[in-house]
């Protein structure tokens, strides 16, 4: 099994909708989870960070986290096409080390 | 300007040379690390430095090799060993605060390509 479960896409949704991208991890020891993202060609950047069970909300963004289903996901309201890019989900696991997902792609479409 | 800075951005490198990869942070964080990125795949753990003059390996640390000499220098060295070293170098840094508080930020990378 995979440390951490992305579905790679891409997902297309167009401009003004929501992006909903989901992360699923194993390790049971992860206490907080990271939302990256990276543009081709381009280093990760920081988007946020959720570690309470529940939503929490930045701006355009909202994380989800539930760690009784080991499911972490992002959502992403009115799309622009800047938000074009890969989304990688990365949990602190029980051995403090992040643990990345392959990504989700999203593509927004004008 | 506060920030992680990697150099070069790109590097071209013989089959059996090693090469040195800069990585250099003025964010007065402890811990520093060293990923790997292949095309549409999720970063890998080369080895990291939780404090000045202590590393460890990472999941993939074979042919590679890492200093911690100064609190804001982190190079890594891909040495002829590694068999498939073309790829995309990340390095990254925290202030190592636990693990509700410990984000990494990224530095720009470093993309090496072996001729």
């Known amino acids: 099994q995979k440390e951490v479960e992305q579905n790679s896409g891409p997902l297309s949704v167009p401009e003004g909708a929501i992006a909903s991208l989901n992360c699923t991890y194993s390790d049971r020891g992860s206490q907080s989870f990271f939302w990256y993202r990276q543009y081709s060609g381009k280093s990760p950047e920081l988007i946020m960070f959720i570690y309470s069970n529940g939503d929490k909300e930045d701006g355009r963004f909202t994380a989800q986290l539930n760690k009784a289903s080991q499911y972490v996901s992002l959502l992403i309201r009115d799309s622009q096409p800047s938000d074009s890019a890969t989304y990688l989900c990365a949990p602190i696991g029980g051995n403090n080390r992040l643990a990345f997902g392959k990504g989700n792609q999203v593509v927004v479409i004008p | 300007d506060g920030g992680i800075t990697q150099s070069p951005k790109y590097l071209f490198r013989k089959e059996g040379q090693n090469v040195t990869l800069s990585c250099e942070q003025n964010?007065?964080?402890?811990?520093m690390y060293w990923y790997r990125q292949d095309p549409g795949q999720g970063l890998r753990l080369i080895y990291y430095?939780?404090?000045?003059?202590?590393?460890q390996k990472g999941d993939i640390a074979e042919g590679y090799s890492v200093s911690r000499e100064k609190k804001e220098s982190f190079p890594l060295t891909v040495t002829s060993a590694q068999k498939n070293p073309t790829a995309f170098y990340l390095c990254a840094s925290s202030d190592a605060g636990g693990p509700r508080t410990d984000t990494q930020y990224f530095g720009p990378g470093t993309r090496l390509t072996v001729l």
């Open positions: 964010l007065n964080h402890d811990a």
């Open positions: 430095s939780q404090i000045v003059n202590d590393f």
